[in-house]
C-alpha cells in the first residue's frame, strides 16, 4: 500500500475484523473470557479511539491502553521542577505545546506563562538551541521529553550546541525508556495480559531485539504496529494468529518504517549523550530502575538539572486521580471516579486527560462518555 486511504479502506478493515472473530471463535473466546491485548503507544491508542478500531471488534478481545504516551506519565514533580526553572529570571523555558498544560502541584507551565515567565512553545530541540543563539545574554532551557522516539533528537541538538560551542543552552532532561516499562508492567500482579501490540515510532529507533526478554521469558507475544487503523487490525490478527498457534514471537508488522535493527545513527548518539538513571519516577506506575536517561558527565554543561538545582519533590497525585490503574489497564478510563466531571481536556486533573495520546482525553473525545454510560449500564443490569 503507497497511500493513506488503502489504509484505512473500510472493506479490507471488514475482512480483518471477520478474521480476528474467526480465530478468537476457535480459541474458545468470549465476552466473558475476553483476550486481554495490551497497546503498549500512546499513538495507538489515538489510533483506536479516532477510527473507532475498539468498537468493530468483538467484545472477546479486550484493548488495555497502556503507558506509552511521555505526557501522560509525567509525574506531578517534575512538572514543578520545571516551573521551579522556568520562574528564573534569566530563563527562556521551552516546551512541545502538550507538556504545556499538564497540571503540576501548583501550576502547569502554560499558567506559569500567563503570570509572566518567558515559557516559549517549541516544535523541535534545535528551534530551542536556534532561540539560544538568538538571546545570547539568556540561558534557553529545553524540556527534553519522551521515548526512544525523541531521545535521539535531542541529543543531536546537545552534540549540534557543543560542536557550535553555545554556552547558553541545556536540556532538562526527563526522556524514559520503553523496555524497563514493559517488564514492569508484566511484573505486575495487577495484570493479566495476552499480549502487546509494540510501540512503532520507539522500534523505528531500538529495533525489534530489545523486546526478545518478552517472548522468551514471559511467554508474551508482541506485534510491532504502526499507526494506521489496517496497521492496527493487521497486527491484532498477527497476534492471534500467533496466541492461537501456540506461537510466541517478537513479530513486526511495521517494517516498511521501523527496521529490525534499528537505527544506528539514532542510537549512537542517544548512547554519547545519556546514561541510565538508576530509578525514574511514573506518574501511577511508581518509581521504575533504569527507566530513565539523564546527561552524561561529559555533557554536564547542558544539564539543566546541573546547572539549576531543581527541587526535584515527590508530589503524589491527588486522591480522587486514578490514572495509574487507568495506565495499568485496571480500570477503563471512564470507570475513574471523575472522568468527565471534575477532569475533562478543559479542565484536566490528571495527565491522561491533558495529552491527545492519553486514553482519557481520547476516550473523551471520540465518543467515550456516551459509551462508558452505555457499559456501565449493562455490566449493572
Ligand atoms: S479521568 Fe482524569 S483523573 Fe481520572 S484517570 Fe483520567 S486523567 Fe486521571
Redesign the pocket.
Known sequence: MRYVDEFRDRVKADVLVKEIERLLAHMGRDQDRPLQIMEVCGGHTHTIFRYGVEGMLPKSIELVHGPGCPVCVLPMGRVDDCVAIAERAEVIFTTFGDAMRVPGSRKSLLQAKADGCDVRMVYSPMDALALARKNPTREVVFFGIGFETTMPSTALTVLQAEREGIKNFSIFCNHITIVPTIKAILDSPDLRLDGFLGPGHVSMVIGDAPYEFIARYYKKPMVIAGFEPLDILQSLWMLLKQIDEGRCEIENQYARVAPAGGNAVALQAVAQVYELREFFEWRGLGSIDHSGVKVREAYAGFDAERRFAVPNARIADPSS???GE?LKGVIK?WQ?K??GRA?TPET??????VSSEGA?AAYYQYGGIKRGRDEAKASAA
Open positions: 486521580c486514578q490514572c487507568v478510563p475513574c471523575v472522568f477532569c484536566p486533573l490528571g495527565a491522561l486527560m482519557c
